[in-house]
C-alpha cells in the first residue's frame, strides 16, 4: 500500500502562484512514476503531469505546459507541482497518483495505483 497526502491548495487570484506537495509513505524502497491528476465540476477527472522515479523524465498536458513544473523530492518521499499564471479554469480539486504495476501510459489515468484524497485550488478572475 502507498498512502498520498495532498497538500498546498487554496483561493488564488489569476496571474498567481500556488506549490502543491504530496507526501508519500508505504512500500519503502519501492520506485515508481507519480503523477498529478485534476478534475474541475461537472467535468471527468483529467491528466496534468507526470515525473518518472528519477526525475529526469516529466510529462505535461497542453493546457499547462510552461505553467506548471512538476517535481519530486526522494529523500524526503514528496512530490511537488508548481503552478504558476494560474487562470480560472486551472480551478480544480488536484490529486497525486502513483504508478507502481500497471504498464499502460503514464498519461492514462487507470494506469495509476494509488490516489490521495486531492486538495482544492480555486482561482479567482
Known amino acids: 500500500q502507498v498512502q498520498l497526502v495532498e497538500s498546498g491548495g487554496g483561493l488564488v487570484q489569476a496571474g498567481g502562484s500556488l506549490r502543491l506537495s504530496c507526501a508519500a509513505s508505504g512500500r519503502p524502497g519501492s520506485r515508481y512514476p507519480m503523477g498529478w491528476f485534476r478534475q474541475a465540476p461537472g467535468k471527468v477527472r483529467e491528466f496534468v503531469a507526470a515525473?518518472?522515479?528519477?526525475?529526469?523524465?516529466?510529462y505535461y498536458a497542453d493546457s499547462v505546459k510552461g505553467r506548471f513544473t512538476i517535481s519530486r523530492d526522494n529523500a524526503k518521499n514528496t512530490l511537488y507541482l508548481q503552478m504558476n499564471s494560474l487562470k480560472p479554469e486551472d480551478t480544480a480539486v488536484y490529486y497525486c497518483?502513483?504508478?507502481?504495476?500497471?504498464?499502460?501510459?503514464?498519461?492514462?489515468?487507470?494506469?495509476?495505483?494509488?490516489w490521495g484524497k486531492g486538495t482544492q485550488v480555486t482561482v479567482s478572475s
Open positions: 515525473i518518472s522515479w528519477s526525475g529526469d523524465s516529466t
Open positions: 497518483a502513483a504508478k507502481l504495476f500497471n504498464s499502460a501510459s503514464i498519461y492514462y489515468e487507470p494506469s495509476y495505483d494509488y
